[in-house]
């Protein structure tokens, strides 16, 4: 306990522990700004300490952690987000595993969860522990919905809602960065909506950008497709001989058809090393069932529920 304390202490977080009357829980930690500003987002901590007990179960992956049902139960249904910790109190060091219904696995007698040893409870583990501070993934999801709702909105008023990525297509790191932009029917009437750098290592942008809006279908920018097609269609079967007299090498729907040009994909490339993308959203039924979900959500007469 002490050890972990010292670890989560170091990151600059404060570390209570929990009195035992709590079910299965040691401590908490809560999330400090660098500046010394409390955040409120707490993780409940349940630490184990014991080389020759707790890391007794180990594959090359990590340590395998033994629960009881009652207590994995009771950590799933927690109002904070619940952490396993494995401290070795030989040399100090801890890792640890948040408690979800996938890290969980059941077995005939318990269920089980792994620890891996690439999760090492230290300054390297905070983004990703400010991440489980957040909330559970099934409320994390929900909560980002929320974020999104203004958008949601603005497409069901009749706005139209714009992706554009430039990506950098020799960098492994899928580097790109991304503008998100309203506009109204005519694709006039511009309005920032926020840009955003993204790091996509070994993802296809036809597949990352749809996976930032789950609650839309992506499709293509037609005018912004239509317009950069036919100026390549010009460029490649279209010239002017000595006379001033226009020749089509091909005509324009056969060319396209030719060409294969279907399907999200860029516009443009500038030099060979950065991908134009221009990419539209369409509310999906996601997002239409969340705005009415929202509109629920926001009423005022009473329900019947089941008792807790």
């Given at each position: 306990?002490?050890?972990v304390?010292l670890?989560?202490?170091?990151f600059?977080?404060?570390f209570?522990?929990?009195?035992?009357?709590?079910?299965?829980?040691?401590a908490?930690?809560?999330?400090?700004?660098a500046?010394?500003?409390?955040?409120?987002?707490?993780?409940?901590l349940?630490?184990?300490s014991?080389?020759?007990t707790?890391?007794?179960n180990?594959?090359?992956?990590?340590?395998?952690h033994?629960?009881?049902?009652?207590h994995?139960e009771?950590?799933l249904?927690?109002?904070l987000?619940?952490?396993?910790?494995?401290?070795?109190?030989?040399?100090?060091k801890?890792?640890?595993?948040?408690?979800t219904?996938?890290?969980?696995?059941?077995?005939?007698?318990?269920?089980?969860?792994?620890?891996?040893?690439?999760q090492?409870?230290?300054?390297?583990?905070?983004?990703?522990?400010?991440?489980?501070?957040?909330?559970?993934?099934y409320?994390?999801?929900?909560r980002r919905?929320h974020?999104?709702?203004?958008w949601?909105?603005?497409l069901?008023?009749?706005?139209r809602?714009?992706?554009?990525?430039?990506?950098?297509i020799?960098?492994?790191s899928?580097?790109?960065e991304?503008t998100?932009?309203?506009?109204?029917e005519?694709?006039?009437?511009?309005?920032?909506?926020?840009?955003?750098?993204i790091?996509a290592p070994?993802?296809?942008y036809d597949?990352?950008l749809?996976?930032?809006?789950?609650?839309?279908?992506?499709?293509?920018h037609?005018?912004?497709?239509?317009e950069?097609?036919?100026d390549?269609?010009?460029?490649?079967?279209?010239?002017?001989d000595?006379?001033?007299?226009?020749?089509v090498?091909?005509?324009y729907?056969?060319?396209?058809?030719?060409?294969?040009?279907?399907?999200?994909?860029?516009?443009a490339?500038?030099?060979?090393?950065v991908?134009?993308?221009?990419l539209?959203?369409?509310?999906?039924q996601?997002?239409?069932?969340?705005?009415?979900?929202?509109?629920?959500?926001d009423?005022t007469?009473?329900?019947?529920?089941?008792?807790?």
């Amino acid at each position: 306990m002490y050890s972990v304390g010292l670890i989560v202490n170091g990151f600059g977080w404060v570390f209570r522990e929990q009195p035992t009357d709590d079910y299965g829980i040691d401590a908490q930690a809560e999330v400090f700004e660098a500046d010394g500003t409390a955040t409120g987002k707490v993780i409940a901590l349940q630490i184990k300490s014991g080389r020759a007990t707790y890391f007794a179960n180990e594959n090359p992956d990590g340590w395998t952690h033994y629960v009881d049902t009652k207590h994995a139960e009771y950590w799933l249904k927690h109002s904070l987000p619940v952490v396993v910790v494995l401290c070795d109190e030989i040399d100090g060091k801890a890792y640890w595993q948040q408690v979800t219904k996938s890290t969980l696995e059941a077995t005939p007698r318990k269920f089980k969860i792994l620890v891996p040893r690439s999760q090492e409870l230290g300054t390297t583990s905070v983004a990703a522990l400010r991440e489980v501070a957040e909330g559970d993934p099934y409320t994390t999801r929900l909560r980002r919905l929320h974020l999104a709702l203004p958008w949601m909105e603005l497409l069901r008023a009749g706005r139209r809602i714009l992706i554009e990525a430039d990506e950098w297509i020799n960098k492994s790191s899928g580097r790109g960065e991304i503008t998100i932009v309203s506009v109204d029917e005519a694709n006039e009437d511009r309005q920032l909506l926020g840009d955003w750098m993204i790091m996509a290592p070994g993802w296809s942008y036809d597949a990352v950008l749809p996976s930032l809006v789950p609650w839309a279908d992506v499709v293509v920018h037609e005018e912004t497709y239509d317009e950069a097609e036919y100026d390549a269609w010009e460029a490649e079967c279209v010239y002017y001989d000595n006379e001033g007299d226009r020749i089509v090498t091909e005509g324009y729907e056969e060319w396209r058809a030719a060409s294969g040009l279907e399907g999200l994909r860029p516009y443009a490339n500038s030099a060979g090393e950065v991908d134009s993308w221009r990419l539209e959203l369409k509310l999906n039924q996601l997002g239409e069932a969340f705005l009415l979900v929202n509109e629920f959500a926001d009423r005022t007469d009473l329900f019947l529920t089941p008792d807790a």
